[in-house]
């Protein structure tokens, strides 16, 4: 549990919090951990955050607190059990959730303030689906995994290749069996975001009418979210990117956090990544 060696996780303490936490804030993003050696729940969080540390490269770090070692800090940030995780940003403390969090509701958590793998920000969007034809694409994949039932990258490679031709009941099916290490992989993780996309989509009004619905109704939220998500789907992201925000600054509760939810798996889709840094920053000053 400690963080030797790592060179985005290290060990925090009272009489360096200011330096080693607060003034580094201001530069990046900092997590803290709050643990102990004896806490089990801390033995499968920690772990968990101190690999996406090093896979999102520097994009936060992270800072562990002994709760044993440092009573001090503790009570100053009324820890009360372990693990508690806070998020300190720009000097400021802005967020924290008590308890361990599977790996993809970390990834939500940090998507949420803007903090995404900054590896993944530097490969090109085309990495993401295949780029040859699709449907040629679907076909071979086919053959690799029927020659090769055991690899699980392939069946991730085939699931995304089915989602690009639209063959989302086979490729969720897909998804749905990947091991632990590719379910939570990046490409795995948008791929489920675009699902939810779908299937929100299911079944809405035509275009026109969801339109006539908010111009009679600028408060209907539900119209707002499906010509939303439509928009985002039909390529016309930052028409769908403001139909959210709308969501958002009218009622940031509605249907459990529906806006900032889609928002978040938008951001997972959407390959513009000048679009999408200008829509987290709104969506950021209208949640902090």
């Known amino acids: 549990m400690t963080a030797d060696a790592k060179p985005h996780v290290f060990d925090a303490t009272a009489d360096r919090f200011q330096d080693d936490v607060l003034q580094r804030s201001l530069q990046v993003p900092v997590l803290v951990d709050f643990w102990a050696e004896w806490c089990g729940p801390c033995k499968t969080l920690g772990p968990i955050l101190e690999k996406l540390a090093d896979q999102y490269g520097g994009a936060f770090l992270l800072a562990k607190v002994d709760v044993d070692k440092e009573q001090q800090l503790a009570a100053a940030f009324q820890v009360r059990s372990i693990p508690t995780v806070f998020l300190v940003k720009d000097g400021q403390l802005v967020d924290g959730f008590p308890g361990a969090m599977p790996e993809g509701a970390l990834r ?146 509605y249907e459990d956090g529906l806006a900032r939810r889609t928002l978040i798996d938008a951001f997972r889709v959407v390959a513009d990544e000048d679009l999408v840094s200008r829509y987290r920053r709104r969506m950021s000053s209208l949640l902090f």
């Open 108 to 253: 939500e958590f940090l998507a949420s303030h803007g903090i995404e793998p900054r590896a993944a920000a530097e490969e090109p969007a085309a990495a993401e689906l295949p780029a040859s034809d699709p449907h040629e694409t679907v076909v071979r994949l086919r053959a690799d995994v029927a020659a090769n039932p055991d690899d699980d990258a392939l069946k991730l490679d085939l699931a995304l290749a089915l989602l690009a031709v639209g063959a989302t009941v086979e490729a969720e099916h897909l998804l749905d069996a990947l091991p632990a290490n590719l379910a939570t992989d990046d490409r795995t993780e948008r791929a489920r975001a675009h699902l939810r996309l779908l299937a929100a989509s299911k079944d809405a009004p035509a275009p026109e009418v969801l339109e006539a619905a908010i111009a009679a109704d600028p408060s209907d939220l539900r119209a707002r979210h499906l010509l939303a998500v439509q928009r985002l789907l039909g390529g016309r992201e930052a028409d769908g990117f403001e139909q959210l925000i709308d969501m958002l600054s009218r009622d940031r509760q």
